[in-house]
């Protein structure tokens, strides 16, 4: 239904960028734990970070950058295994420390460098290692290096996660690429998700910020794993111009296709990071539809998804509609509760579950077949508006507790 | 350190109340199901119900009858094994059926009884027993009845909660009595908890009022077990007066008095609540200290307590104090995160983890010792002024997977 085109690939599918995933021993089981994205020119760049008050070192460092440079990057420098949060004034300098030195391998300004951790907050960072893990990804750097790089960023993802879409602007073939990790601690507003985006389009500073900020609204400020806001997230996005249109405003004709497909890489990020949340066997979608106001959808989207009642139910398979109610209840949003109307789907069928607020019979086994499958959506109705928002979530499984029990050991 | 002594029993410690509880077959597992609490004179009353838009049908009734009576109440009738909640018209019906039901029994008016109800949401009321169940336990009304009264409304709870405090008034001795109930989706503001409290004090209408909102904003309101806010949350409080005091305003001198008696009493059940809840193996308090104001000391020690990465941790026994900080800094409170001290603390000692909002070296065999207890208390020092507040909770553990997983069937 969309303008655009899946392609193969993530952030080096769009023209002129480089990418790189190395393993410099930050992770104790030896995996990849450095990336590095590098474009052949100078980027617009934009970012949204963490809302929450303790915010990593890279993410201070980051809004410093962009500030500087009044949005410009043209590399992005990210380790996996340390989160180089709450790790003081040393974390603070070692987080300039990657910057500089990748700056220095690639002939670059400091400040056209961004960084990003992701891992165990509250440890210094192992610098001699992220040192010769930095040197390591600048001789990679390479075209085919895009998976590399989502391998390199990965913690407790169990599958890296990459998309590319392409579509045309003005005539010319465009490309969106990105990469993401997150499984845990992941909450609106933004998840420890990091999500880098990538594109050839041109585009204007003020229109990029604009439209990553419309992306990020209706998909990752939307996508909960466990309640958590971590201290580290973060959304960057890196647009080279190469595919050679002129450069978008928030006037121009394409700038609402370039938002939409923008909108479609982070939504098919948010789903893959939700489906990978720690311990989840299922990936729910919540449709919140008739609402009074967006505010009133979202509210009640992100309310069902984040609860761990409704979360522990699917994990279940059971049918247990009265806590979706709840939940919505307790939101925040208004609305009528005797007014709203509940359904289950899944590729299995749809089923209604409450209509006025309250329960109605429905086929136990009906609704059985309909938990059974991997991919759920529950849809509220609330009849009292027109306004509708998506949430998206994972079930709640004994594994979520396991793999979060004994993290830093 | 009060001015209070412990006493044996709960809701019928008080002079004048009388209590039953019975097994009307609402839970298909035999249990009790049914708790009646009445008194031989006509009480002062006041609740405090769930903020959750979705109210369960006895909720509203109470809410109505007390406005009718203008605080006033002879009896409380409660089930277990069915909420009454998202039950339409017919669950509205069921409510005043109860309370009719028990009036005519005790020879009360229908707005003298209140009603509360606990357990499955979204299906209607099995009337026929719960009329049986009520015919039952008004014959069987005892001074003896109050622990089988608190043994009625378990749900998932493993031990029945009951406390019961005596102290000096106006030269009178006078006691406070209370049972609740509670162990999943409780989450501040009030949690299904229900908790009924009754006193032979005499105590006006609004200092009774004002009173228990102090007590519940300070214990009921900064527990939480799973983040879901109930449909059924509720704490009634009696007071019939017979102790003979003069009745108690908010000028009076033994008001101070009554309302930290209160507030203990409060106290206790949340922390047995904490204690008990779904698949706990510990209880935590989460203490602040030296926070800017009251309302930042409570957002951050409701946070910590509230985070399901804090909670995994603690069932895991890791000192993971960066998890800590970091629900603090989404907490929404102000405070300077670079001042921050996290301490860990139990029976075994206590060890500092944090300064100035970064970690410092610590011994872990000391720090695993500590959280091998069955107590736990997390101390987050912010530095930043000289409010404080406490939040009760417990671990996260498969067990609370396994109990929410299936809940309905």
Redesign the interface.
């Given at each position: 239904m969309g303008i655009w085109i899946r392609k193969e690939g993530g952030v080096t599918a769009p023209e002129g960028f480089l990418a790189a995933g190395v393993g410099a021993g930050i992770k104790k089981n030896g995996k990849k734990d450095i990336a590095l994205i590098y474009s052949e020119k100078t980027c617009t760049a934009a970012g949204v970070f963490?809302?929450?008050?303790?915010?990593a070192a890279p993410l201070l460092l980051d809004m410093e950058h962009l500030a500087k440079t009044g949005g410009k990057a043209q590399a992005v420098i990210v380790n996996s295994g340390n989160?180089n949060?709450?790790?003081?004034e040393?974390?603070a300098k070692d987080a300039v420390a990657m910057a500089e030195l990748t700056a220095a391998k690639l002939g670059l300004k400091r400040e056209e460098v961004l960084v990003s951790s992701t891992g165990?907050?509250?440890?210094?960072m192992p610098m001699e290692k992220v040192t010769a893990g930095i040197s390591l990804a600048a001789e990679t750097l390479a075209r085919s290096g895009g998976s590399a790089a989502a391998q390199a960023i990965m913690t407790t993802d169990t599958v890296p996660k990459e998309v590319a879409l392409t579509f045309q602007l003005e005539g010319k073939e465009v490309t969106i690429g990105a990469m993401a990790k997150g499984s845990?601690?992941i909450?609106p507003n933004m998840a420890t998700m990091l999500c880098f985006i990538t594109t050839d389009v041109a585009v204007e500073g003020e229109a990029l910020r604009q439209s990553l900020k419309t992306a990020v609204d209706a998909t990752f400020n939307m996508l909960t794993v466990?309640?958590?806001?971590?201290?580290n997230d973060s959304v960057l996005v890196l647009a080279n111009g190469v595919a050679g249109n002129s450069p978008l405003t928030q006037n121009s004709a394409g700038y609402a296709d370039f938002t939409s497909a923008l909108t479609e890489v982070c939504r098919e990020m948010a789903k893959k990071i939700a489906g990978d949340g720690e311990g989840a066997t299922k990936l729910l979608e919540v449709q919140v539809k008739n609402a009074p106001t967006l505010q009133d959808a979202r509210l009640v989207a992100k309310s069902v998804a984040?609860?761990?009642?409704v979360k522990?139910?699917l994990?279940?398979e059971?049918?247990?509609?009265?806590?979706i109610?709840?939940?919505?209840?307790?939101?925040g949003?208004n609305?009528d509760?005797?007014k709203v109307e509940i359904y289950l789907k899944s590729a299995a069928g749809e089923l209604q579950t409450?209509a006025?607020?309250?329960?109605i019979p429905f086929d136990e086994d009906q609704a059985a077949a309909i938990l059974k499958e991997k991919e759920i959506i529950f849809i509220i109705d609330l009849r009292d508006g027109e306004a509708e928002a998506c949430a998206y979530t994972c079930d709640?499984?004994?594994d979520?507790?396991?793999i979060?029990?004994?993290?830093?050991?």
């Amino acid at each position: 239904m969309g303008i655009w085109i899946r392609k193969e690939g993530g952030v080096t599918a769009p023209e002129g960028f480089l990418a790189a995933g190395v393993g410099a021993g930050i992770k104790k089981n030896g995996k990849k734990d450095i990336a590095l994205i590098y474009s052949e020119k100078t980027c617009t760049a934009a970012g949204v970070f963490t809302t929450n008050l303790v915010k990593a070192a890279p993410l201070l460092l980051d809004m410093e950058h962009l500030a500087k440079t009044g949005g410009k990057a043209q590399a992005v420098i990210v380790n996996s295994g340390n989160a180089n949060a709450c790790t003081g004034e040393q974390g603070a300098k070692d987080a300039v420390a990657m910057a500089e030195l990748t700056a220095a391998k690639l002939g670059l300004k400091r400040e056209e460098v961004l960084v990003s951790s992701t891992g165990v907050i509250g440890v210094n960072m192992p610098m001699e290692k992220v040192t010769a893990g930095i040197s390591l990804a600048a001789e990679t750097l390479a075209r085919s290096g895009g998976s590399a790089a989502a391998q390199a960023i990965m913690t407790t993802d169990t599958v890296p996660k990459e998309v590319a879409l392409t579509f045309q602007l003005e005539g010319k073939e465009v490309t969106i690429g990105a990469m993401a990790k997150g499984s845990g601690m992941i909450h609106p507003n933004m998840a420890t998700m990091l999500c880098f985006i990538t594109t050839d389009v041109a585009v204007e500073g003020e229109a990029l910020r604009q439209s990553l900020k419309t992306a990020v609204d209706a998909t990752f400020n939307m996508l909960t794993v466990d309640g958590d806001t971590s201290t580290n997230d973060s959304v960057l996005v890196l647009a080279n111009g190469v595919a050679g249109n002129s450069p978008l405003t928030q006037n121009s004709a394409g700038y609402a296709d370039f938002t939409s497909a923008l909108t479609e890489v982070c939504r098919e990020m948010a789903k893959k990071i939700a489906g990978d949340g720690e311990g989840a066997t299922k990936l729910l979608e919540v449709q919140v539809k008739n609402a009074p106001t967006l505010q009133d959808a979202r509210l009640v989207a992100k309310s069902v998804a984040s609860s761990n009642l409704v979360k522990t139910a699917l994990f279940g398979e059971d049918a247990n509609w009265g806590r979706i109610l709840c939940a919505a209840g307790y939101s925040g949003a208004n609305f009528d509760p005797a007014k709203v109307e509940i359904y289950l789907k899944s590729a299995a069928g749809e089923l209604q579950t409450a209509a006025q607020g309250a329960g109605i019979p429905f086929d136990e086994d009906q609704a059985a077949a309909i938990l059974k499958e991997k991919e759920i959506i529950f849809i509220i109705d609330l009849r009292d508006g027109e306004a509708e928002a998506c949430a998206y979530t994972c079930d709640f499984s004994y594994d979520y507790v396991k793999i979060n029990a004994d993290y830093r050991t």
